[in-house]
């Protein structure tokens, strides 16, 4: 996919005020600092679209970008940083789960991982969650070009463990780097093969 247009709509502390969901939605989510936003740019080739954070888990915001006229992007709040208590997760949790359920077009939440860690508790429960919910989701492996080769395919392998022992089937999954671009042309292919499938 060629982006030719990523443009900003809105930005909206309410799901209910999203703006109407006309076209196909995709979603990032993950732990703050795991590299969301740099995801975003390196995705839409548009350096300065989702802001790197400065002050990880302050901001509630559901960024809403056009992309192409064709579908919306969407930037989710980030959670768990550890900076944020117990309450500040179950507000997040509700919001989340509010935006999930009434997105009638939301086609894929992506789900990021920081490829360094080991599998994480708050990771794991939210795609549980999305599992349990029909909620179609894919993995995002981030920040793939700080480790080796060998310590990459070592995590990734027991990030599959983990999950096959909940999962009877894994969820697409996807290696990414900001800095390098990789996974880019994988996960607009993913992308793109939905949007026309919708069509
Ligand atoms: P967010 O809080 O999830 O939006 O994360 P950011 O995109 O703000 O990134 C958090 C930190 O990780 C920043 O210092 C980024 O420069 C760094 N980072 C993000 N993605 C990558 C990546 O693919 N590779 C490397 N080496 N660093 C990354």
Redesign the pocket.
Known sequence: MIIKKAEFIISNTDPEKCPLSEKPEFAFV??????????IN?LTGFGDL?K??TA?GKTRLINHFNINDEWFLVDLP?YGYAKVGRASREQWLSFIRKYLAIRENLFCVFA?IDSRHKPQANDLEFMNYMGHHGIPFAMVF?????LSRKQLEKNLTAYKDEMLQTWETLPPLFV?????KLGREEVLGFIDGIVKDSN
């Open positions: 993950g732990r703050s600092n795991v590299g969301k936003s740099s995801l390196m989702a790197v954070s990880p980030g990021l981030t920040k793939a070009d700080k990414t780097s900001a800095g390098t």
